[in-house]
């Protein structure tokens, strides 16, 4: 049986490692998208705050320049500067300046400082007011910086209880000398960060949500509001816009549809990909199991047996276990009985062999692997747990065991032992099948000779070589011919073989069938001629354990045209034990047409009377063992009482070897109907039958 094709385990792997290379760049481009969009996000959001810082910083450099630039443009006037330096300077500055800061958009505040810093003239809203209050020393800092930022004005801003100015200052001067600083007046112009003028800046900048702080939240999203010591004394803060997030938003929803549809991909895929891999381990642990395992019982095989016996650290004697007439119940039941069987046996062989190795080797045959020691008491329990009965399916199936054995010796190794054992086992079967024999050298030497044999029976069979004689079968009382029972000869160039040597050696090699198809078809063809007497034809057990027996038989008798009802087929009680279910059926068929059975060779055996009646024989041949005893009075005792139960059962009884007439006597008073024998007749070839038939009815 070739073992089923597997796919090798190297593959398997290449296959998983390919799933998993896919996944993982399924992974990792998943990966890669998600960080992708993420930067994006963070960029965009990063972009728009970085836009947005850049435009607090010109948001508050354009609203300290133009108050810087306004303060300069009323600083530098030559009116002004002439004017500071008369005593009407402060009323000047009030018409100018301070009355203008009550409603002038630029700035809310006006302040004029002496060159000593000592206020001049100091308006907020167009209302006199204490800048040194207000503003303190941050006014003076300013003022201070002024100088050194020529040709500007300083700018800075300086928190007050109102909340933050910005402010400016410059010194008042002529638009084109420059006199001495210390001589100069300076104006501050200051204006208030209101909510208003921070909305303002808002709108023109586009900077969302702008508003003054303390202290920065967040430092990308705010600009430090400088004092004019250079440090911050407020801050513009605004919130981010987050447009990286809002596009985000955007997409978010086919972001995860995506994403969904991905993770759907990869968990598809993750899932073949696990049940792939887990088939293939499957796969390979059971490719492994099969190269060494029977698939249907589980045993081990040829390989596995081999690989047992390597493992072994002492030597192991082997057992070849074949069972008997398994191919019977395989024809007669089909195939799936038949494993049915087989699993059966498997079970009892491990049951009578708890210990060693029980393989399976094919077919009908196991092997057995144990300590030399023990072997004969194993094979003993074999051939025991097999007696009891199999029940498959509600049938009840009986079958044998044979078992051949062999111990190692030296230089015997693991093929050896196994030919050796296959030998004994050969015996075994050839000599009546059903119990256990061991090797010895003699089984090799037979082997040799009988080999040659066998070939030639072969092609004898094939070329018709073998032919029926035949013996007649008398009335035990007229002598009358009433059969004629054909036996088979075969004579080779060396000399006639005799049938009780090549009989068996075809029942062994499986040559019965042919043989016995050929018997009957030449049987029949000569016994057409012989008109009103029956013919007698043997039939091998083995023969009739085969189920296509009965239909071979008729497909014999239509084909020569032979009438059934005068065909009568011995066979001895060996088929009673062997298979007799099988041969019980086979012997219905053909009795349908009328043919009959004789037990033969009865008295030779165990077979009872009682067999005689269950199998519906018509008559017993009662075997020449018992007519030679007939001399002996208990012979005739003996032969007295199986006629009588045989005619009570209503079976006609036919005496063989009857070689004297005093035999034929005892045997016609016994109540033998009928005599075969050297006495009334010699196996005869046809021509020699025809002339002694023709020869009786010309005495008669
Ligand atoms: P069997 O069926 O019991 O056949 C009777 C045997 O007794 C025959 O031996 C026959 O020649 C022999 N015989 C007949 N009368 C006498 C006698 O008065 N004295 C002695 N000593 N022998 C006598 P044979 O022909 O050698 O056959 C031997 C056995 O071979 C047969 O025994 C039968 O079992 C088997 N056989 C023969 N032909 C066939 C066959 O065609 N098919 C099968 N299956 N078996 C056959
Ligand atoms: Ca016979
Ligand atoms: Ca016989």
Same mark, same amino acid.
């Given at each position: 049986?070739?073992?089923?094709?597997?796919?090798?385990?190297? #593959?398997?792997?290449?296959?998983?490692?390919?799933?998993?290379?896919?996944?993982?760049?399924?992974?990792?481009?998943?990966?890669?998208?998600?960080?992708?969009?993420?930067?994006?996000? =963070?960029?965009?959001?990063?972009?728009?705050?970085?836009?947005? !810082? %850049?435009?607090?910083?010109?948001?508050?450099?354009?609203?300290?320049? =133009?108050?810087?630039?306004?303060?300069?443009?009323?600083?530098?006037?030559?009116?002004?500067?002439?004017?500071? %330096?008369?005593?009407?300077?402060?009323?000047?500055?009030? $018409?100018?300046?301070?009355?203008?800061?009550?409603?002038?958009?630029?700035?809310?505040?006006?302040?004029?400082?002496?060159?000593?810093? !000592?206020?001049?003239?100091?308006?907020?809203?167009?209302?006199?007011?204490?800048?040194? /209050?207000?503003?303190?020393?941050?006014?003076? +800092?300013?003022?201070?910086?002024?100088?050194?930022?020529?040709?500007?004005?300083?700018?800075?801003?300086?928190?007050?209880?109102?909340?933050?100015?910005?402010?400016?200052?410059?010194?008042?001067?002529?638009?084109?000398?420059?006199?001495?600083?210390?001589?100069?007046?300076?104006?501050?112009?200051?204006?208030?960060?209101?909510?208003?003028?921070?909305?303002?800046?808002?709108?023109?900048?586009?900077?969302? !949500?702008? +508003?003054?702080?303390?202290?920065?939240?967040?430092?990308?999203?705010? @600009?430090?509001?400088?004092?004019?010591?250079?440090?911050?004394?407020?801050?513009?803060?605004?919130?981010?816009?987050?447009?990286?997030?809002?596009?985000?938003?955007?997409?978010?929803?086919?972001?995860?549809?995506?994403?969904?549809?991905?993770?759907?991909?990869?968990?598809?895929?993750?899932?073949?990909?696990?049940?792939?891999?887990?088939?293939?381990?499957?796969?390979?642990?059971?490719?492994?199991?099969?190269?060494?395992?029977?698939?249907?019982?589980?045993?081990?095989?040829?390989?596995?047996?081999?690989?047992?016996?390597?493992?072994? %650290?002492?030597?192991?004697?082997?057992?070849?276990?074949?069972?008997?007439?398994?191919?019977?119940?395989?024809?007669?039941?089909?195939?799936?009985?038949?494993?049915?069987?087989?699993?059966?046996?498997?079970?009892?062989?491990?049951?009578?062999?708890?210990?060693?190795?029980? *393989?399976?080797?094919?077919?009908?045959?196991?092997?057995?692997?144990?300590?030399?020691?023990?072997?004969?008491?194993?094979?003993?329990?074999?051939?025991?747990?097999? $007696?009891?009965?199999?029940?498959?399916?509600?049938?009840?199936? $009986?079958?044998?065991?044979?078992?051949?054995?062999?111990? &190692?010796?030296?230089?015997c190794d693991r093929l050896e032992l196994m030919r050796r054992a296959d030998m004994a086992l050969y015996h075994v079967k050839e000599?009546?099948?059903?119990?256990?024999?061991?090797?010895?050298?003699?089984?090799?030497?037979?082997?040799?000779?009988?080999?040659? #044999?066998?070939?030639?029976?072969? /092609?004898?069979?094939?070329?018709?070589?073998?032919?029926?004689?035949?013996?007649?079968?008398?009335?035990?009382?007229?002598?009358?011919?009433?059969?004629?029972?054909?036996?088979?000869?075969?004579?080779?160039?060396?000399?006639?073989?005799?049938?009780?040597?090549?009989? &068996?050696?075809?029942?062994?090699?499986?040559?019965?069938?042919? #043989?016995?198809?050929?018997?009957?078809?030449?049987?029949? !063809? *000569?016994?057409?001629?012989?008109?009103?007497?029956?013919?007698?034809?043997?039939?091998?057990?083995?023969?009739?354990?085969?189920? +296509?027996?009965?239909?071979?038989?008729?497909?014999?008798?239509? $084909?020569?045209?032979?009438?059934?009802?005068?065909?009568? #087929?011995?066979?001895?009680?060996?088929?009673?034990?062997?298979?007799?279910?099988?041969?019980?059926?086979?012997?219905?068929?053909?009795?349908?047409?009328?043919?009959?059975?004789?037990?033969?060779?009865?008295?030779?055996?165990?077979?009872?009377?009682?067999?005689?009646?269950?199998?519906?024989?018509?008559? @017993?041949?009662?075997? +020449?063992?018992?007519?030679?005893?007939?001399?002996?009075?208990?012979?005739? /005792?003996?032969?007295?009482?199986?006629?009588?139960?045989?005619?009570?059962?209503?079976?006609?009884?036919?005496?063989?070897?009857?070689?004297?007439?005093?035999?034929?006597?005892?045997?016609?008073?016994?109540?033998?109907? %009928?005599?075969?024998?050297?006495?009334?007749?010699? &196996?005869?070839?046809?021509?020699?039958?025809?002339?002694?038939?023709?020869?009786?009815?010309?005495?008669?």
């Amino acid at each position: 049986m070739p073992l089923p094709k597997f796919p090798k385990p190297i #593959l398997l792997t290449k296959a998983a490692l390919g799933t998993l290379a896919f996944v993982s760049a399924l992974v990792i481009l998943s990966g890669l998208v998600t960080i992708a969009f993420s930067e994006m996000r =963070r960029d965009a959001n990063w972009i728009d705050d970085a836009r947005a !810082g %850049q435009a607090a910083r010109a948001a508050i450099k354009s609203f300290q320049s =133009r108050l810087g630039a306004t303060v300069r443009d009323n600083a530098i006037w030559d009116d002004a500067y002439l004017r500071m %330096q008369s005593p009407a300077g402060a009323a000047w500055a009030y $018409e100018n300046w301070g009355k203008v800061s009550a409603d002038y958009p630029l700035y809310d505040v006006a302040v004029v400082l002496t060159p000593t810093l !000592g206020v001049l003239s100091a308006y907020k809203k167009g209302i006199a007011f204490d800048p040194m /209050k207000d503003f303190g020393a941050g006014l003076l +800092r300013l003022v201070a910086n002024s100088a050194a930022t020529e040709p500007a004005a300083s700018t800075a801003f300086i928190p007050t209880q109102e909340g933050l100015y910005v402010v400016a200052a410059d010194r008042i001067q002529p638009y084109d000398s420059r006199p001495e600083v210390s001589t100069l007046h300076t104006l501050v112009y200051a204006k208030l960060l209101t909510p208003d003028v921070v909305g303002q800046l808002e709108t023109t900048f586009d900077i969302t !949500g702008l +508003r003054l702080a303390p202290a920065p939240l967040q430092e990308e999203l705010s @600009m430090p509001l400088l004092g004019p010591d250079g440090r911050a004394v407020a801050y513009f803060e605004w919130p981010s816009r987050l447009p990286g997030d809002q596009a985000f938003a955007h997409v978010h929803g086919y972001l995860i549809a995506a994403a969904m549809v991905l993770a759907c991909i990869f968990a598809g895929l993750l899932r073949v990909g696990i049940r792939t891999a887990g088939r293939h381990k499957n796969d390979a642990e059971r490719f492994r199991l099969r190269a060494s395992h029977d698939d249907l019982t589980g045993l081990a095989n040829r390989t596995g047996l081999a690989e047992a016996f390597d493992k072994r %650290q002492l030597p192991a004697a082997l057992a070849i276990v074949d069972l008997d007439g398994f191919k019977e119940v395989n024809d007669a039941w089909g195939h799936d009985v038949g494993d049915s069987l087989i699993q059966g046996v498997a079970a009892r062989l491990r049951e009578a062999v708890p210990e060693g190795t029980v *393989a399976r080797l094919g077919g009908d045959e196991f092997a057995l692997l144990t300590d030399p020691g023990e072997m004969s008491t194993v094979a003993a329990r074999v051939l025991t747990v097999m $007696e009891r009965e199999f029940v498959i399916d509600g049938r009840t199936i $009986e079958v044998g065991a044979s078992i051949g054995f062999a111990s &190692p010796e030296d230089g015997c190794d693991r093929l050896e032992l196994m030919r050796r054992a296959d030998m004994a086992l050969y015996h075994v079967k050839e000599n009546g099948r059903g119990h256990a024999g061991s090797y010895l050298p003699e089984l090799d030497r037979d082997r040799a000779m009988r080999t040659g #044999l066998e070939d030639r029976l072969r /092609k004898a069979i094939a070329a018709g070589e073998v032919q029926p004689f035949f013996q007649p079968l008398v009335d035990s009382k007229s002598r009358e011919i009433k059969g004629v029972e054909a036996l088979a000869r075969w004579r080779t160039e060396a000399g006639p073989v005799s049938p009780e040597v090549f009989i &068996p050696l075809a029942e062994r090699s499986g040559l019965i069938d042919d #043989l016995g198809k050929l018997m009957l078809r030449q049987a029949l !063809g *000569a016994a057409m001629q012989w008109n009103g007497i029956y013919v007698s034809v043997n039939v091998s057990p083995s023969q009739l354990k085969n189920p +296509r027996f009965a239909e071979d038989v008729i497909a014999i008798v239509y $084909e020569t045209g032979f009438d059934p009802r005068r065909l009568m #087929l011995e066979v001895t009680e060996g088929v009673l034990i062997a298979n007799p279910e099988q041969a019980k059926r086979s012997m219905e068929a053909l009795r349908k047409l009328g043919i009959k059975f004789a037990l033969d060779d009865f008295g030779s055996g165990y077979a009872s009377i009682g067999a005689l009646r269950e199998f519906g024989f018509d008559r @017993m041949k009662i075997d +020449r063992s018992l007519v030679v005893e007939l001399d002996d009075p208990k012979g005739l /005792k003996i032969l007295n009482a199986t006629v009588a139960l045989a005619d009570a059962l209503g079976i006609s009884v036919t005496a063989e070897g009857v070689e004297t007439e005093k035999q034929a006597e005892a045997l016609f008073c016994a109540g033998c109907d %009928q005599l075969q024998g050297y006495l009334v007749g010699r &196996p005869k070839d046809v021509l020699q039958f025809n002339a002694f038939v023709a020869n009786r009815l010309a005495t008669a």
